[in-house]
């Protein structure tokens, strides 16, 4: 099963855009990349998922490698609520709700 | 149309005792999934439920049980609970895509 490395923490300011780097060096073929927003005390909520390249949805961008060791989920133009645990996720359907890593806790200040 | 829901919101039980979780998935979801969440660690995956039956399972022991009703809806079952049990349970509902909807969560404080 492919492990996922995100920064532990990450600050910035309203306005700005938010890039969070997943590394996920032994990613198999059939694995997807999918990311999830947490807020306290609520169930985690999908934001985005990719295989490769570019993917883009109303509330984020998805960036990804050729090689697929790594992944960057990228929000623009970040507010106050966007605070909060980010989650990535590697793996195909069979697995990749097996491993959930610690996430990406990220503060934003006004 | 509800999203997933969960019941109850907050339960406290002694241990040793035995506890049951309850979840509804969202309309037209077929697939549910368990997750235990301790404060301040990403959720772990206990088991997932497809057409009634456990389809996988994560690290849990066999005290951690579930169910899946003809409805979907399910069950989380946890004996012989312990205090290291203490924690927020998820659950999730999805149509056998990457693409999970997360209930509130369960809050079980084991004393």
């Known amino acids: 099963l492919a492990k996922t490395t995100q920064p532990i923490s990450m600050d910035s300011y309203e306005g700005q855009e938010v890039n969070i780097t997943c590394s996920h060096n032994n990613i198999a073929t059939n694995d997807y990349i999918t990311w999830y927003q947490q807020f306290p005390s609520q169930g985690p909520r999908f934001i985005i998922q990719g295989y490769k390249t570019k993917v883009t949805n109303e509330v984020a961008s998805l960036f990804i490698p050729a090689d697929r060791k790594s992944s960057t989920l990228s929000l623009p133009r970040v507010s106050l609520s966007d605070t909060a645990v980010y989650y990535c996720?590697?793996?195909?359907?069979?697995?990749?709700?097996?491993?959930w890593g610690a996430g990406t806790k990220l503060i934003i200040k006004p | 149309d509800a999203g997933v829901t969960q019941s109850p919101t907050h339960l406290i039980k002694t241990r040793g005792q035995q506890v049951t979780l309850r979840c509804s998935p969202k309309?037209?979801?077929?697939?549910v999934s368990w997750y235990q969440q301790a404060l301040g660690q990403g959720p772990q995956f206990i088991f997932q439920?497809?057409?009634?039956?456990?389809?996988q399972r994560g690290n849990f022991p066999d005290r951690f049980s579930g169910h899946q009703f003809p409805n979907y809806s399910s069950e989380l079952n946890v004996n012989a609970l312990l205090l290291g049990d203490s924690a927020l349970y998820l659950c999730?509902?999805?149509?056998?895509?990457?693409?999970?909807?997360f209930g509130p969560g369960t809050r079980l404080t084991v004393t």
């Open positions: 999730a509902s999805s149509l056998q895509t990457y693409e999970q909807y």
């Open positions: 996720l590697v793996g195909d359907d069979s697995n990749y709700q097996l491993i």
């Open positions: 439920y497809y057409e009634e039956e456990e389809r």
């Open positions: 309309s037209g979801h077929d697939t």
